[in-house]
Every structure is written in structure tokens, then in C-alpha cells.
């Protein structure tokens, strides 16, 4: 489905001449990449995530996601879109970062994006397996929010989508 969406629509990150040329990949299925987070609230605070460019995209912390992952401990901050469609917004790097994986990182929830998979017994499911490059990996002419520097994580997640394909 993302393949299609980005070699087809219209409003793909990718511009015509280049559609064929660049295509996702991925890490295989890590079943242990599924996790159940705790949201701990935090008082609601204006937040300048950093931007691939220039856009005046606004953001609210208004939490963490605690949970444990491949043995560790981790938080992620949570990020409410004061822009446009709104949502709950998640990006993140890990030590796959640059290498494996896009440099600036990856999302894991973009609500307003349909990028959410709920909660199980009141906690956040995370499914790294789903994690996404934001469309400024594809092409710098996007504005794309990046990781927070409390959201590099100490591990290397290898699942998810990996730095676009140049074919």
C-alpha cells in the first residue's frame, strides 16, 4: 500500500521524474517491536520540534510513552499537531539512525495521518514494524518535523521502513 501511494499519488514525496526510481524498504517483521506503552501526563508546553525546513509548524507536549523495549527501559515525548489536521505525533531515531535507517528519523504516530494503532488494556500500542520515513527523506522540498533530542533512542530498532531505495 505505502509502495503504491508513494510511486502513484499525487501527492506523493516523490516528484514525476523520479517515480520508479525510489522505493521503500524494510526491515523484516520484529515481533518484539510491538510494545505497550504507559502515557505519563505531563502539564501541556509549547515545543519546537526541530524541521527539515522552515515551515512555523507548532507543536504541544503533553506527555510521555514509558515502556520496555529488546530489555530496556525507554520514553518517548508525545506531541500534539497544533497545525492543520491536529493529532498525536511521535517521530524518533535509534542507533540504526543514518546508517540503516533516514538520519533525522522516523514516525510512529501521525494521527492526522491515520497512523495509530490504539491502546490494548489503556496503554499506547507502538508497533515499530509500522514505523515510517517522513516524506523529506524522499525529497528535501518537504517540511517534515524531526526527532526530538529526548526522543534518540539507546537502541537499534531494526523494523519499520529503512532509508529509501535509489534504484
Excluded at 505519563?40 to 507543536?59: C, I
Excluded at 524522499?138 to 517534515?144: L, R, S, V
Amino acid at each position: 500500500m505505502r509502495d503504491d501511494l508513494i510511486a502513484n499519488h499525487p501527492q506523493s514525496p516523490v516528484d514525476d521524474p523520479r517515480r520508479g526510481q525510489v522505493s521503500p524498504s524494510y526491515f523484516e517483521y520484529d515481533p518484539e517491536a510491538r510494545v505497550h506503552a504507559e502515557v505519563v501526563p505531563l502539564k501541556l508546553e509549547h515545543a519546537a520540534l526541530p524541521m527539515s525546513r522552515d515551515d512555523g509548524t507548532q507543536f504541544s507536549r503533553f506527555g510521555n510513552a514509558v515502556f520496555e523495549l529488546y530489555g530496556t527501559e525507554l520514553a518517548l515525548g508525545l506531541y500534539w499537531l497544533d497545525a492543520y489536521g491536529g493529532g498525536v505525533f511521535l517521530s524518533f531515531t535509534d542507533e540504526t539512525s543514518g546508517e540503516l535507517s533516514y538520519g533525522a528519523g522516523r514516525y510512529l504516530l501521525d494521527t492526522v495521518k491515520g497512523a495509530d494503532l490504539g491502546t490494548v488494556d489503556g496503554k499506547l500500542v507502538l508497533d515499530f514494524n509500522f514505523a515510517f520515513n517522513p516524506s523529506c527523506a524522499y525529497d528535501p522540498k518537504w517540511a517534515c518535523p524531526l526527532a526530538p533530542p529526548e526522543n534518540r533512542l539507546p537502541v537499534a530498532i531494526r523494523a519499520g521502513e529503512r532509508r529509501p531505495d535509489i534504484l
